[in-house]
C-alpha cells in the first residue's frame, strides 16, 4: 500500500510562488512515475508535471518554464515549484503515484487571486 500526503497549497496573488509538497510511504520505489494533476471546479482532472526516477520530467505546455517537479528520493518526497502563478492555476492539486495500480493523494487547495 501506498499513502500520499500533500501540503503546502494555499492563496497568492498573480505572480506570486508557492511550493507544494508530497510525502509518500509505503512501498515506493525510484523507478515509478510520480507526478502531479490539478482539476478547477467544471473541469476534468488534467496532468501538471510527472517524475521517473527523479530525473526524467514532463510538463504541461501551460506550467513549462514556471513549474519545476523534483522528487528527494531519500525522503520519499516530490515537490511542486510554481512560480509566475497566474488566476487560470487556481486548482486543486493531487499528487499522484503509479504502481501496480494508481494512488492518488488528498488534494491540495491553490488559489491565485488577480
Known amino acids: 500500500q501506498v499513502q500520499l500526503v500533500e501540503s503546502g497549497g494555499g492563496l497568492v496573488q498573480a505572480g506570486g510562488s508557492l511550493r507544494l509538497s508530497c510525502a509518500a510511504s509505503g512501498s515506493i520505489f525510484v523507478f515509478n512515475l510520480m507526478g502531479w494533476y490539478r482539476q478547477a471546479p467544471g473541469k476534468q482532472r488534467e496532468l501538471v508535471a510527472s517524475?521517473?526516477?527523479?530525473?526524467?520530467?514532463r510538463y504541461a505546455d501551460s506550467v513549462k518554464g514556471r513549474f519545476t517537479i523534483s522528487r528527494d528520493n531519500a525522503k520519499n518526497t516530490m515537490y511542486l515549484q510554481m512560480n509566475s502563478l497566474k488566476p487560470e492555476d487556481t486548482a486543486v492539486y493531487y499528487c499522484?503515484?503509479?504502481?501496480?495500480?494508481?494512488?492518488w493523494g488528498q488534494g491540495t487547495q491553490v488559489t491565485v487571486s488577480s
Open positions: 499522484y503515484y503509479h504502481s501496480n495500480r494508481d494512488f
Open positions: 517524475i521517473v526516477g527523479g530525473i526524467s520530467t
